[in-house]
């Protein structure tokens, strides 16, 4: 059965894309048949951050209306045999999307064997944020531990659980995991950042994982490598972490203490 | 198609002053406390004195500048006031509520006569019950219960607001905003596990969470009413 999956969070800059694209590559490195959807109409950037922008020819609104079809608009990424990127128009406007146009294509995508259907939400509680989630089966929530990106988050997990298709139609909720991203355990200890639990009880959203903050993750933007790709780097292991607990794999959370070095470690670079 | 009566609870508003703009201000208020719940709610208005010299063309227009829809009028109207009113297409309503003081007297008398022992417990023909959310209410979110209290079983997140026109109790922390009583109820209360809200309200008597007394911060509290004022009692001290 083709699942939906929404990464979302309401505030912008929080790691929606990057975790689109981390998450989506490794589902489909599973052997999962996936495609990642960009629904940041007019300010594209799922296509950089998967290395493909010069491969783009049609995009989702073309296909909305009716000016390519679905395999014409469909980039097929070069590191997984199973992944597919469906980028945004970059000319168009957001109110170009629509619910009927949106949920055709997902039909099709479904009808065409798609497993994982990763829908990347673009920022703020607008039409095209909204198209995103509304006909998400589960919803990945994106947040920073500061409180602005937390609220937001509080928000747009309100809007799931009122303003989707599931929640319209009463069948079972939106499931929706918590996926901390940029989380540094020294800053916590310090209590200069939210912790876990403080952003726990703001919210009540079961933990899907936590992402360390780390330098690795703009490099590999830049290079428009998915994170998930450098198994070497805290970060992506702990995307990959995530990924297997959104298939159903238990995985203990990792690199979320702060261990201070010791002085030999630290003379001898342990 | 059928013809019946039924009964329904509408907002009046007391008018003791031929001062309109007092009573534009008086629905402001109201408006402004849940704009949603009372654009283009109902309300009647009630003259207190016959003495009252108004203009009720002028009476009807300021009830729908503030977004209310005026459905009669009430209260002490000498004959002249309620012909001036018919001709404006304005019905006169009468009040129930001196009909309601006199069967209450006559149901006291009747009970009196039956043996204790047998008396039955009035069987209430209708009521109107708590209203129950079960789960966390989220930023963005307003639950309000109409005429009865509210009961939340979780937290209510900041940038979520919770009305009743009774009693409000939070199962959980309060961090956005509360308002109880907010159709002008004074006795009505707030119950919550955890007190951090943004703004606390009682009948429209409103304080801020920096108004508020710190060491209630966190706690378990009844927020009420006392002489216009918003008080603060610790929820666990009450034998």
Same mark, same amino acid.
């Given at each position: 059965?083709? @699942?939906?999956?929404?990464?979302?969070?309401? @505030?912008?800059?929080?790691?929606?894309?990057?975790?689109?694209?981390?998450?989506?590559?490794?589902?489909?490195? %599973?052997?999962?048949?996936?495609?990642?959807?960009?629904?940041?109409?007019?300010?594209?950037?799922?296509?950089?951050?998967?290395?493909?922008?010069?491969?783009?020819?049609?995009?989702?609104?073309?296909?909305?209306?009716?000016?390519?079809?679905?395999?014409?608009?469909?980039?097929?990424? @070069?590191?997984? %045999?199973?992944?597919?990127?469906?980028?945004?128009?970059?000319?168009?406007?957001?109110?170009?999307?629509?619910?009927?146009?949106?949920?055709?294509?997902?039909?099709?995508? @479904?009808?065409?064997?798609?497993?994982?259907?990763?829908?990347?939400?673009?920022?703020?509680?607008?039409?095209?944020?909204?198209?995103?989630?509304?006909?998400?089966?589960?919803?990945?929530?994106?947040?920073?531990?500061?409180?602005?990106?937390?609220?937001?988050?509080?928000?747009?997990?309100?809007?799931?659980?009122?303003?989707?298709?599931? %929640?319209?139609?009463?069948?079972?909720?939106?499931?929706?995991?918590?996926?901390?991203?940029?989380?540094?355990?020294?800053?916590?200890?310090?209590?200069?950042?939210?912790?876990?639990?403080?952003?726990?009880?703001?919210?009540?959203?079961?933990?899907?994982?936590?992402?360390?903050?780390?330098?690795?993750?703009?490099?590999? %933007?830049?290079?428009?490598?998915?994170?998930?790709?450098?198994?070497?780097?805290?970060?992506?292991?702990?995307?990959?972490?995530?990924?297997?607990?959104?298939?159903?794999?238990?995985?203990?959370?990792?690199?979320?203490?702060?261990?201070?070095?010791?002085?030999?470690?630290?003379?001898?670079?342990? | 198609?059928?013809?019946?009566?039924?009964?329904?609870?509408?907002?009046?508003?007391?008018?003791?002053?031929?001062?309109?703009?007092?009573?534009?201000?008086?629905?402001?208020?109201?408006?402004?406390?849940?704009?949603?719940?009372?654009?283009?709610?109902?309300?009647?208005?009630?003259?207190?004195?016959?003495?009252?010299?108004?203009?009720?063309?002028?009476?009807?227009?300021?009830?729908?500048?503030?977004?209310?829809?005026?459905?009669?009028?009430?209260?002490?109207?000498?004959?002249?006031?309620?012909?001036?009113?018919?001709?404006?297409?304005?019905?006169?309503?009468?009040?129930?509520?001196?009909?309601?003081?006199?069967?209450?007297?006559?149901?006291?008398?009747?009970?009196?006569?039956?043996?204790?022992?047998?008396?039955?417990?009035?069987?209430?023909?209708?009521?109107?019950?708590?209203?129950?959310?079960?789960?966390?209410?989220?930023?963005?979110?307003?639950?309000?219960?109409?005429? !009865?209290?509210?009961?939340?079983?979780?937290?209510?997140?900041?940038?979520?607001?919770?009305?009743?026109?009774?009693?409000?109790?939070?199962?959980?922390?309060?961090?956005?905003?509360?308002?109880?009583?907010?159709?002008?109820?004074?006795?009505?209360?707030?119950? !919550?596990?955890?007190?951090?809200?943004?703004?606390?309200?009682?009948?429209?008597?409103?304080?801020?969470?920096?108004?508020?007394?710190?060491?209630?911060?966190?706690?378990?509290?009844?927020?009420?009413?006392?002489?216009?004022?918003?008080?603060?009692?610790?929820?666990?001290?009450?034998?």
């Amino acid at each position: 059965m083709a @699942k939906v999956i929404v990464v979302t969070s309401g @505030k912008g800059g929080v790691g929606k894309t990057t975790s689109s694209a981390a998450i989506g590559t490794g589902l489909a490195m %599973s052997g999962a048949k996936t495609v990642i959807i960009d629904f940041d109409i007019g300010l594209r950037n799922l296509d950089l951050i998967m290395g493909c922008e010069r491969r783009v020819v049609y995009d989702l609104i073309n296909v909305i209306n009716g000016e390519a079809n679905l395999q014409q608009a469909l980039v097929k990424d @070069k590191r997984s %045999s199973d992944l597919y990127i469906m980028p945004a128009s970059q000319t168009r406007n957001k109110d170009a999307l629509t619910k009927e146009g949106v949920e055709k294509v997902i039909h099709d995508l @479904k009808a065409d064997g798609f497993e994982y259907i990763i829908c990347d939400s673009p920022a703020g509680i607008e039409q095209g944020a909204m198209m995103a989630l509304y006909f998400a089966d589960e919803a990945v929530v994106t947040t920073n531990p500061e409180v602005s990106s937390v609220r937001d988050s509080d928000r747009i997990t309100g809007m799931l659980s009122s303003k989707s298709y599931r %929640s319209e139609q009463q069948l079972t909720p939106v499931k929706v995991h918590l996926l901390i991203t940029r989380y540094c355990p020294e800053r916590v200890e310090k209590e200069e950042m939210l912790s876990i639990d403080d952003i726990d009880d703001l919210l009540g959203i079961d933990l899907l994982g936590v992402i360390p903050e780390s330098q690795d993750v703009l490099n590999a %933007s830049n290079l428009g490598e998915p994170i998930i790709l450098n198994q070497e780097c805290d970060a992506g292991k702990a995307y990959q972490d995530a990924v297997d607990r959104l298939m159903g794999i238990e995985r203990d959370l990792r690199f979320v203490t702060y261990e201070k070095k010791s002085f030999l470690s630290r003379i001898f670079g342990g | 198609m059928t013809l019946k009566s039924l009964n329904f609870t509408l907002l009046v508003v007391n008018v003791d002053s031929e001062e309109l703009s007092i009573l534009a201000e008086e629905l402001n208020k109201k408006r402004m406390m849940a704009p949603d719940f009372f654009s283009n709610a109902p309300v009647v208005v009630n003259i207190e004195s016959e003495t009252l010299n108004l203009d009720f063309t002028q009476l009807k227009n300021v009830v729908s500048e503030q977004g209310f829809l005026l459905v009669g009028i009430s209260g002490e109207l000498s004959e002249p006031q309620k012909e001036l009113i018919n001709t404006q297409n304005i019905a006169v309503l009468r009040s129930s509520r001196r009909h309601a003081a006199k069967a209450a007297v006559k149901t006291e008398q009747e009970q009196q006569q039956v043996p204790a022992a047998e008396a039955e417990p009035p069987v209430l023909s209708s009521y109107i019950k708590t209203k129950i959310h079960t789960g966390r209410v989220r930023s963005g979110q307003q639950i309000y219960a109409k005429e !009865c209290d509210l009961v939340i079983n979780g937290d209510v997140g900041a940038g979520a607001e919770v009305i009743a026109d009774g009693n409000i109790h939070i199962y959980g922390a309060l961090r956005g905003k509360a308002l109880a009583g907010a159709m002008g109820d004074q006795s009505a209360s707030i119950f !919550c596990q955890a007190l951090s809200p943004e703004l606390v309200s009682i009948a429209g008597v409103y304080k801020l969470s920096d108004d508020l007394a710190h060491e209630f911060a966190g706690k378990s509290s009844i927020v009420s009413l006392q002489d216009e004022q918003i008080v603060l009692t610790n929820l666990s001290q009450i034998n």
